[in-house]
C-alpha cells in the first residue's frame, strides 16, 4: 500500500486513461493517502514557439489544468492533487514524483512499436530514471 500515487495523466482521450488509473490506484492507497495528477505539456520549440501567440501557451496550461481539475473531482472522496507542468514530460513527471515524494508512479503505455527502440517513449525513461516505483498499465 502507497501514501502517495503519482499518476501520469493523459488528457488526449478525454482522460479516460487517467480515470482508469485512478480507479487501480484508489484500492492501493493507505487510509489518508493521495493520488497526485501531473499532466506534462511539450515545450514548442523556441523557432516555433516565436510565431505562436504567447496566450496561446497560458491558455493550454488552463485548459490542462482544468481538465484534471474535473477529473480529479470525480475521485469520489479520495484526496487527489493536480499539478500541470511544461517542459519534457518525463522530466517533468519524475520531477513532480521527487517533489510530492511519491511512493510509486502511475503510467500508461502503449505497445511498444518500432520507432520506440529508436526513439523511446516517456514510460520507458520514466522507467530508467525513477528513484521510486513504477507501474506500467497497459
Given at each position: 500500500m502507497y501514501d502517495t500515487i503519482l499518476i501520469a495523466a493523459a488528457l488526449f482521450n478525454k482522460g479516460q486513461t487517467t480515470r482508469g488509473l485512478i480507479r487501480k490506484a484508489s484500492g492501493m492507497l493507505n487510509p489518508g493517502g493521495?493520488?497526485?495528477l501531473v499532466h506534462v505539456i511539450d515545450e514548442i520549440p523556441q523557432?516555433?514557439?516565436?510565431?505562436?501567440?504567447?496566450?496561446?501557451?497560458?491558455n493550454r496550461q488552463r485548459e490542462a489544468a482544468d481538465e484534471?481539475?474535473?477529473?480529479?473531482?470525480?475521485?469520489?472522496?479520495?484526496?487527489?492533487?493536480t499539478?500541470?507542468?511544461?517542459?519534457?514530460?518525463?522530466?517533468?513527471?519524475?520531477?513532480?514524483?521527487s517533489e510530492t515524494r511519491a511512493d510509486l508512479i502511475m503510467i500508461a503505455s502503449?505497445?511498444?512499436?518500432?520507432?520506440?527502440?529508436?526513439?523511446?517513449?516517456?514510460a520507458?525513461?520514466?522507467?530508467?530514471?525513477?528513484?521510486?516505483?513504477v507501474l506500467v498499465l497497459r
Open positions: 493521495k493520488l497526485v523557432y516555433a514557439a516565436a510565431r505562436i501567440p504567447a496566450e496561446l501557451q497560458s484534471l481539475e474535473a477529473i480529479a473531482a470525480e475521485a469520489g472522496g479520495i484526496k487527489v492533487e499539478v500541470v507542468r511544461m517542459g519534457t514530460p518525463s522530466a517533468g513527471i519524475l520531477g513532480t514524483a502503449h505497445k511498444p512499436g518500432f520507432g520506440d527502440y529508436f526513439i523511446g517513449s516517456t520507458t525513461r520514466v522507467v530508467r530514471h525513477a528513484q521510486t516505483s
